[in-house]
């Protein structure tokens, strides 16, 4: 057992930590065959596969349940490569250890629930497993947090993040809107914690994978948790997102993979420049928001003093209509001009209300 638990390690703390399987174990056969396809390409560290799926709707195929376990048990001793599987209940968690599951995660769609991730948090007391933690559907970085913490107060060591994107109203592009700033911050927040990628259930759909996974990687990430099928058109479930093990093998064979914070000295000694740089035209910006938002004090004394509303419709779109206008001769996309002005007004909104209630 002592032996299984250090492969397990061994895995965990690899880098790049790459994971994949099929989003759902549907026969013996297909797991088996998932398993040894992946294997062979040697570039996969951990095989995955939805034992329980929870779906929106009913009628939707739920998983094939518990029957599904002696399955991957049977892959990990033909291929020696550990598994992962998605847990919701406390009886799920029992299973899935009762058959030796490696690595067990929780998803997007309990993370939303505290009640869900405490029962979850409650079976794992007193095991070494590792856990992983989907972020919540909606984006809503406290309860990621909340999720962690339950889990760590539940006495488990090693604890990750999945960062499988968030649904975003009117998002076209993407089946999960990536939101990348919420990951970032997520890793900011807990420094040391392993966060690994799911491009599958951002993007939705195969085309876009490779692009994605680059991203991730660029940012930093420790890994990718990539759903892969022997059949993926014919997949009981997500069949647009996954991919072969061999397309799998290619992607990962394409993917520029890039080097950590431990730089040479020499790329220590540029950087520094620049980032110097950086830290001098921050300071000169936060004293000229500092400045502006004096003026929107007294914007605010003037409009009390002659009893006008703090927001004036007209004057907030020709402000932003224009730094988008400016914004895009500096190379500044429309998205961030309109994010930092929203920022910027609801902040001098802040400051007038101040004004208007002093």
Excluded at 252 to 267: H, M, P, T
Excluded at 307 to 315: D, E, F, M, S
Excluded at 325 to 353: C, P, W
């Amino acid at each position: 057992m002592e032996n299984a638990l250090d492969n397990v390690i061994e895995k965990w703390n690899k880098r790049p930590l790459i994971i994949s399987g099929p989003c759902s174990a549907e026969t013996e056969e297909q797991v088996l065959q998932t398993a040894q396809r992946l294997a062979a390409t040697g570039k996969v560290d951990m095989l995955r596969a939805g034992i329980w799926k929870p779906r929106t709707r009913p009628g939707s195929f739920e998983g094939i349940g518990t029957k599904g376990l002696p399955w991957l048990q049977a892959a990990k001793k033909l291929t020696a490569l550990p598994t992962a599987v998605e847990v919701a209940t406390g009886k799920q968690v029992e299973d899935a250890l009762h058959f030796d599951v490696d690595v067990l995660w929780i998803g997007a769609r309990t993370t939303v629930n505290p009640f869900s991730v405490q029962e979850v948090a409650d079976a794992l007391r007193g095991v070494k497993v590792p856990v992983l933690i989907k972020n919540p559907i909606n984006a809503d970085l406290e309860l990621w947090t909340g999720a962690v913490e339950r889990v760590a107060k539940a006495g488990i060591e090693r604890i990750g993040l999945i960062h499988r994107g968030f649904s975003a109203y009117g998002n076209t592009e993407y089946r999960n809107a990536p939101m990348w700033h919420l990951a970032i911050e997520m890793k900011r927040r807990n420094p040391d914690m392993l966060l690994i990628n799911d491009p599958s259930h951002i993007c939705g759909r195969r085309d876009i994978l490779q692009e994605v996974a680059q991203e991730a990687i660029d940012l930093d990430f420790d890994g990718l948790m990539i759903e892969s099928h022997i059949d993926p058109d014919n997949a009981w479930s997500d069949a647009k997102q996954q991919i072969t093990p061999e397309t799998l093998a290619a992607l990962l064979d394409g993917i520029a993979w890039r080097k950590d914070e431990v730089v040479s000295a020499a790329d220590h000694a540029v950087l520094e420049k620049m980032r110097q740089q950086i830290n001098q035209l921050d300071d000169e910006l936060l004293q000229l928001l500092g400045q502006r938002m004096k003026i929107a004090d007294a914007i605010g004394q003037y409009k009390k003093d002659h009893n006008l509303t703090i927001l004036q419709t007209r004057r907030w779109n020709e402000i932003l209509e224009r730094a988008v206008r400016k914004g895009e001769k500096f190379g500044l996309s429309k998205e961030f001009i309109t994010q930092y002005f929203d920022a910027v007004h609801m902040e001098s909104i802040h400051h007038q209300n101040k004004v208007f209630n002093s």
